[in-house]
């Protein structure tokens, strides 16, 4: 493949739409690194979440919950 100005493209396997424990994933960035190694993925795309929130209420009166809110990327 090539693009128009002459520059080689170069497929790589690669997985987009990661999420680690940063946001709302279930593994660490070094974790998925490493996954990603041993299945020997090129290139990784995280797409972390730009807030963390957590919700506490009884179920009948949810309108009555807390809501707690943090930036996940500081």
Known sequence: MSL??????TPLRAVVDVRST????????????RLA?????EAIAFTEHDRQAIRF??????????????????
Request: aromatic share 12%; charged share 20%.
């Open 4 to 9: 128009a100005h002459g520059a080689a493209l």
């Open 22 to 33: 940063h946001s709302d994933g279930a593994h660490d960035f070094e974790t998925l690194i």
């Open 37 to 41: 190694k041993a299945r020997r993925i």
């Open 57 to 74: 209420y009884l179920a009948p009166f949810r309108w009555l919950g807390l809501s707690y809110e943090l930036p996940s990327l500081a």
